[in-house]
């Protein structure tokens, strides 16, 4: 499994930008996945999750900002970013937990990438 992310850059607060995460085989539809970020000296955060079944789950404090969504067609799951302010600055890094049976699960992580919110 692998896992490309792009769409990270550099944006001015109160800009947007658009994440993307390609998934190598058909394993959006069937998996659970995250994205997460993770600032400098900070440990990683959860930013959002869409399940399996299409349920979605952010962060408390980005609610309203940041919007996940998947194309199970093109196998790519994407992170809407609106409103960003300069403390959104992290790598940004997608997560495929792909369910091998009920109670068992393994997670991928793709490479990260960059956005910076400045002015």
């Known amino acids: 499994v692998q896992l490309q992310a792009s769409g990270g850059g550099l944006v001015q607060p109160g800009g947007s930008l658009r994440l993307s995460c390609a998934a190598s085989g058909s394993i959006v539809s069937s998996s659970d996945m995250g994205w997460y970020r993770q600032a400098p000296g900070k440990q990683r955060e959860l930013v959002a999750i869409?399940?399996?079944?299409?349920?979605?789950n952010y962060a408390d404090s980005l609610k309203g900002q940041f919007t996940i969504s998947r194309d199970n067609a093109k196998n790519t799951v994407y992170l809407q970013m609106n409103r960003l302010k300069p403390e959104d600055t992290a790598v940004y890094f997608c997560?495929?937990?792909?369910?091998?049976?009920?109670?068992?699960?393994?997670?991928?992580w793709g490479q990260g990438t960059q956005v910076t919110v400045s002015s």
């Open positions: 869409i399940t399996r079944g299409g349920s979605t």
């Open positions: 997560r495929a937990r792909i369910w091998r049976s009920m109670s068992y699960y393994e997670d991928y």
